[in-house]
């Protein structure tokens, strides 16, 4: 069964740090991009960024572009998404999902909350 597990959010201040981890399962991860998205109650998921399969090129969404960055580790079946100078505007649940297509069954995201 093909498994998608987020963790690793949390609250954390604004200026802080947080990396999140997505562990996948049930499928063949090395030959996926992936990709990492957000959101909101009442708005649509955001891509935020991706990741080619053996993690060599890598993209970004302007709002997190030289304050997030999105790595992977095959032999874990791991993508993570380090973010830094987080802003009130980074709350969000955040998800990770093969890039293009998406995996049918999303997993339950792991909340960031950027407060002080």
């Known amino acids: 069964q093909e498994q998608l597990v987020e963790s690793g959010g949390g609250l954390v201040q604004p200026g802080g740090s947080l990396r999140i981890s997505c562990g996948a399962s049930g499928f063949t991860f090395s030959i996926y991009a992936m990709a990492w998205y957000r959101q909101v109650p009442g708005k649509e998921r955001e891509l935020v960024a991706t990741?080619?399969?053996?993690?060599?090129?890598?993209t970004y969404a302007d709002s997190v572009r030289g304050r997030f960055t999105i790595s992977r580790d095959n032999a874990k079946s791991t993508v993570y998404l380090q973010m830094n100078s987080l802003k009130s505007e980074d709350t969000a649940v955040y998800y990770c999902n093969t890039y293009l297509p998406p995996r049918t069954n999303w997993g339950q995201g792991t909340q960031v909350t950027v407060s002080s």
């Open positions: 990741i080619t399969s053996a993690g060599g090129f890598t």
